[in-house]
């Protein structure tokens, strides 16, 4: 069946260190979208991306999405403590639904 | 905040028993979502709701069924709760590419 992998599981950085996460399905993705989810909160959306190759920039975090849309990743410049949390990619196979695969997460600790 | 409100916000129930949960936006998003997140795990989409009608269901047995209503306010119901149906039950109303989630809601069954 359809299946979003996410890795790594953890991941503990000193504050200013970078940080990346990947994503990964089996099959071709209609777009991808990433969430962000802080300890005993929900997910809060980050972006979506639709384009092969697309690249999406807010402030620190850069996101991408591969070429065959079966792959997209997360990356944090110089981390700081307000990005603890749970790292969501959340795939979509059909385009015009709402029917999102969610990926298992990256859970990110920023030792200060 | 996302202006989509869940209720109650804690539940315990025992095995077998049925719950509903429901779920409310500001917005007028005519589309919503339900997913079930285990801990420590990613959510689990359940079904989605669009104007009335389902429209899209995961991998969820029949005793997880649901309803929007015409406000496109939404309950889920489960019937003949399981240990396993532990979970935070969390609804999402879904706006120009992006989804909006609720607080959601902590079942717990005992």
């Known amino acids: 069946g359809q299946q979003v992998m996410q890795i790594p599981q953890y991941q503990h950085v000193q504050e200013g260190e970078d940080f990346t996460t990947y994503c990964n399905s089996s099959?071709?993705?209609?777009?991808i979208q990433w969430y962000k989810q802080r300890p005993g909160g929900h997910p809060v959306f980050l972006i979506q991306?639709?384009?092969?190759?697309e690249v999406k920039k807010q402030k620190r975090l850069t996101f991408q999405f591969g070429e065959a849309k079966k792959n997209s990743s997360l990356h944090i410049t110089a981390t700081q403590t307000t990005d603890v949390g749970t790292y969501f990619c959340?795939?979509?196979?059909?385009?015009?639904?709402?029917?999102?695969?969610f990926g298992t997460g990256t859970r990110l600790k920023v030792l200060a | 905040e996302t202006g989509v409100t869940q209720s109650p916000t804690h539940l315990i129930k025992t095995r077998g028993q049925q719950v509903t949960l429901r779920c409310s936006s500001q917005?007028?998003?005519?589309?919503v979502s339900w997913y079930q997140q285990a801990l420590g795990q990613g959510p689990q989409f359940i079904f989605q709701?669009?104007?009335?009608?389902?429209?899209g269901r995961g991998n969820f047995p029949p005793r997880f069924s649901g309803l929007q209503f015409p406000n496109y306010s939404s309950e889920l119901n489960v019937n003949a709760l399981e240990l396993d149906d532990s979970a935070l039950y969390l609804c999402?109303?879904?706006?120009?590419?992006?989804?909006?989630f609720g607080p959601g809601t902590r079942l717990t069954v005992l």
């Open positions: 959340a795939g979509s196979y059909t385009s015009g639904t709402y029917k999102y695969i």
């Open positions: 099959t071709t993705l209609s777009n």
């Open positions: 991306l639709v384009k092969s190759g």
């Open positions: 917005s007028g998003h005519n589309t």
């Open positions: 709701y669009y104007r009335e009608e389902e429209n």
């Open positions: 999402a109303t879904a706006g120009y590419n992006e989804q909006f």
